[in-house]
């Protein structure tokens, strides 16, 4: 039984650690920099700190299934700070990549948030409006009545376009072209 756990412990974290970004995983001495730096910290489940102690302990669906990297807003805090050079915003980075691919849906609105925008992008522009109508009907329409005061405002100062933007064809491609280097770049390791 303990080997086993040691076994699944050893399996996860050498996941992490084969992600770009989660490779310095090992060296992390459980400082705490990173948590106390961490300016969203009070919305995470786990705080950085804790996920890698989770990760290297093998709480693979706990990890995975938590909404905690997705409160990352890539300030970088952590990573200047850590005395280890560990990169924790990739490596929390490294956690969400692997929840996605492999189907967790924590429920998070930023997930809903992420996804929507990542969608608008391959289509070459965003459309800010239908991104957040989209946001308020899948995740609380009664914030998204009460954000229409906002929208009106954004709309009638010309801040927030009411109609689609004009896409080419050669955009969409062009930003379709780049979007797919990016995976491959991530998928052969050298994004990092
Ligand atoms: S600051 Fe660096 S060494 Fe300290 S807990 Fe965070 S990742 Fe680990
Ligand atoms: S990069 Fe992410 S994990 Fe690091 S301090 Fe900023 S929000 Fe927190």
């Known amino acids: 039984m303990e080997t086993e756990t040691i076994k699944e412990a050893k399996s996860f974290v050498d996941e992490v650690a084969a992600e770009p970004g989660g490779e310095k995983i090992n060296e992390c001495i459980q400082c705490g920099v990173c948590s106390g730096s961490c300016p969203t910290v009070e919305w995470w489940q786990y705080p950085p700190r804790k996920i890698i102690a989770m990760i290297r302990a093998g709480k693979r669906d706990m990890v995975l299934s938590s909404t905690s990297a997705f409160n990352c807003v890539t ?3 952590c990573t200047v700070r850590c005395p280890r050079n560990i990169n924790p915003t990739q490596l929390i980075h490294a956690v969400e990549a ?3 691919r492999e189907g967790y849906k924590p429920k998070t609105p ?4 992420h996804r ?3 969608d608008a992008m391959m289509q070459g522009r965003v459309w800010e409006l239908r991104l957040a109508m989209l946001f308020y009907l899948k995740t609380s329409l009664l914030e ?3 954000m229409m005061r906002v929208a009106w405002d954004l709309i009638s100062r010309g801040l927030m376009p009411l109609l689609p933007p004009k896409q080419t064809k050669k955009g969409g491609k062009e930003v379709t072209a780049i979007l797919k280097a990016v995976e491959a770049m991530q998928k052969s390791g050298g994004a990092k």
């Open 75 to 77: 300030c970088y805090s």
């Open 98 to 100: 692997i929840a996605e």
């Open 110 to 113: 930023t997930l809903t948030l």
């Open 116 to 118: 929507g925008l990542r």
């Open 144 to 146: 998204g009545m009460k």
